[in-house]
């Protein structure tokens, strides 16, 4: 079981393929908690020169709700992390973890049907861009 589903964008620039993706995550329920920019980060804190990649930490608040009452340390686990890089210019691969490829590791029943909805609601949003 792969732990992510990825797409590939052609002929979109890295920041409207940030919108996009934010945009078709919002139609799926999902807010941005945390934007994180490892371009600029590791250019930062270690000068050296990255490609465009940001992770998006998305989050389905009634779902997360869900998952934290079946499991209390769930929150190890969440956000959901989106990640669009662009290692050349006009190509942008947009991936999304798979909950439920990363909920195995959890011995708790009661989170498979959370995570295979998260993850169908995750699908969505990927092959929607």
């Given at each position: ?7 590939s964008l052609?002929?979109?620039t ?5 919108q996009?993706v934010t945009?078709?995550?919002k139609?799926e329920?999902?807010g ?6 490892i371009k ?5 804190k270690l000068?050296?020169d990255?490609y465009?990649?940001k992770i998006?930490?998305a989050c389905?608040?009634?779902y997360a709700y ?13 956000p959901c ?6 290692k050349?210019?006009?190509l ?9 490829a990363s909920?195995?590791?959890i011995?708790?029943?009661e989170l498979?049907?959370i995570?295979?909805?998260?993850r169908?609601k995750?699908?969505k949003?990927i092959?929607?861009l």
């Open positions: 079981m792969n732990y992510y589903f990825s797409k052609v002929n979109v890295f920041d409207e393929a940030i996009k945009e078709s995550l139609e329920g999902f941005i908690l945390t934007e994180i920019d600029a980060t590791l250019k930062k000068d050296v990255f465009n990649y998006l930490g389905n608040p009634p869900k998952a934290l009452l079946a499991e209390d340390k769930i929150g190890t686990m969440l992390n989106v990640i669009v890089q662009e050349e210019a006009g942008v691969e947009v991936s999304a973890v798979d909950p439920a909920m195995q590791a011995e708790n029943g498979t049907p995570a295979n909805e998260i169908a995750l699908q949003v092959n929607a």
